[in-house]
């Protein structure tokens, strides 16, 4: 029996604006949320719930956990040289005095 992947997809609603799209272009965002006591004592009382976030392309967008790949791409290109690299390559110039 061949697999149901053509055709109309299933929908889901954004958590943000309540818009209804497919689930294919659905963006998932998973979050940790921690909840704690506060109190400094051996008493303290932590616990954690994971939290799965749908949200429609635009909601993505403007809260920047979507860009797209071409604009990511841009953006990791133009970073700076790190520290540790540009250490490394400065032994071509051990021997000049300046």
């Known amino acids: 029996m061949p697999s149901k992947t053509r055709g109309r997809e299933r929908l889901g609603t954004c958590d943000s604006c309540g818009r209804t799209i497919p689930r294919d272009k659905i963006i998932t965002y998973n979050t940790m949320n921690v909840y704690s006591t506060d109190l400094k004592t051996a008493d303290d009382v932590r616990s954690s719930t994971h939290v799965e976030k749908h949200y429609c392309i635009s909601c993505a967008k403007s809260k920047r956990i979507f860009e797209k790949l071409k604009n990511r791409a ?25």
């Not at 953006?75 to 021997?95: F, I, L, T």
């Open 74 to 98: 841009i953006r990791q290109a133009a970073k700076p040289e790190r520290a540790a690299n540009r250490y490394q390559s400065e032994s071509w110039n051990s021997g000049r005095r300046w």
